[in-house]
């Protein structure tokens, strides 16, 4: 239900931002001409699918339940957080230190607990994504406020 | 252009791929193939677009000759894990896993390996003739084609894709829509308006590709795998040992015939819109179960249940370059990611790329040959040491995989704002997975949106605004049709099912 929700609010808005944009006529269609109908498109299929899911949804069994075995979605979060925090942090420390944090992070949040693991395994990795990708394939990472 | 001159042709591509330079990337590709087929988590998709970074230094040829390495490689790789863990590397080896790791209890998993390389080695082999041999002339003829028919040509390719990916059709063409729009930010093709930039400069080349396609495939995939118990986390792999590679003289003449059939039915296959390699191993897998003379043995470690489906998907991942390289139009993802890589080398595929780009068309075939001999050469004495990375619990090998694809998502265009869409992406994907939606028409549908577009008005401005152009050309009639009969199939099958169930009540 909550997706297709989803799916039907973001038609709506594709419709209502392209019709601001010109939609034109099929002699002559402007640019929001395409886009405009793939939005009510979208509207109608999620709509059919709303409604097929409301008239059978006792007697269809539901396919996202089993489609993937429930585990920690805590877990799923705190990964995507520590994700977003140490990529936000790249412009600021650095690609090197930004590495370090991003490893450090996500293996805890993995449950590697021992320290000395986290931060053995997390200094290789940035070391060596430095070197490949800085130092050998001359990718012009972001070096940050101090310049690493 | 007749058959002589395509070997003419061929054997000026085997000069290209020849040079030490192709020679290299070819290895290159097959290396990061089998390692992308191993391990689970990282599929073609995602290997592909994570390497697209690597080949901006190259020319067009180098490039596309190490990513389609990639792409068969992956087909090589994947059948490793299925055989010695039952964990399929990627999702075109699920069948090999049922009889392919039953050989392996028993001690058998060296011919089942051995049997695996050789099929794939001659379904490959074959497959690429196919190309060879069909290619040109498809090509001469879609030149013919006017944006009517490749707009009823895509929609067909939609559609079917859609259909066959397994899911629920409504859901699969949903995000197929929701591709075709996110396809629509940046500059409009046709009139050069900026369209859903919201003012910001970043926006007007659109939504990058390579994102979208990493976000959805790799750390979607990597979010699943962040989700398990902590147990599997920690898991470390035992790798069996391997005593006797080479597989005996009865399991070759058992399993001839299943790779001949397997590499027949995986060409086929290839060739129609969908994940061809995933159905033509669930295809050869049935039939070489029903004709076989002792059924009962599948399922307990036949040999023609793992030489018959690996053969299929080499010969259908060969096969779906025939679309992509003739039509300019893939039909499964990781001919789209691939079809991005032609756009960024400044190659546009259609019908007229192979008379335009000939060193490039004939120097990637030959490529394919090449590249399945490394490809034998590889899986058969590297198997121990590929199957070692496995070793690797995956509590570390997912932060490690997460490090490769922010790094190598912003060295494509050095914009903080790619990495930002890859996250959007990775978080959509795994919400996607939990909710039972295919990624796959999402990512189709983005690469070939904006072609969609410009054919659809160039179509309507041909007609003067009549919808009738789509109907009257012929050829664009024939996708419609076959169009609208993929779409009413699921209804007629619910039909005649209700119809069944009221007469069994009566």
Redesign the interface.
Known sequence: M??ALL?LL??AV?AG??FQ?RVG???????????FY??L??IL??G??LA?SWRWRSDLPD??AD??PH???Q??LL??VA??LS?GS??VVG?PLA?FV??AL??Y????RRWAHVVV?AVC??GA?YAL?VRW?Q????TGRFGL | MDALGSLQYLATGFGVATTSENLFYCLAGAIVGTLVGVLPGLGPIAGIALLIPATFNLNATSAIIMLAGIYYGAMYGGSTTSILLNVPGETASVMTCIDGYQMAKKGRAGPALAICAIGSFVAGGLAILGLVFLAPPLAEAALAFGPPEFFSLMVFGFVVLSNVTGGSLIKSLMMAVVGLIIGTIGLDPVSGNPRFTFGYVSLLGGIEFVAVAIGLFGIGEVLMNAEQPVEILEQRVLVPRLRDLYPSLRDLKQSVGAILRGTGIGFGVGLVPGPAPVIATYASYMVEKRISDHPETFGHGAIEGVAGPESANNAACQAAFIPLFVLGIPFAPPTAILLGALLIHGVNPGPAMIAEHPQLFWGVVASMYIGNVILLLLNLPFVPLFANILRIPKKVLLPLVMLFCLTGMYSVNNFMLDLWVMLGCGALGYLMRKWAYEGAPLLLALVLGPKLEVAFRQSLMISHGGFGIFVERPVSLVFLVATLGFLLLPLLRYTVRSLGHRAAAV
Do not use: E
Not at chain 1, 109 to 112: D, M, R
Not at chain 1, 139 to 142: A, F, G, K, N, S
């Open positions: 909550i997706p799916l973001f038609g594709t931002l392209s944009i006529t099929l002699r002559a269609p402007g640019p929001g001409f395409f886009p793939l939005g498109l979208l299929l999620a059919i699918h097929q396919d996202s489609a993937a585990g920690s979605w877990r799923v990964f995507l994700t977003v990529t790249l412009t690609y590495a991003l490893m996500l293996l949040v993995l449950g590697v395994i990795a940035a994504s990708f394939l990718i012009p990472l972001p």
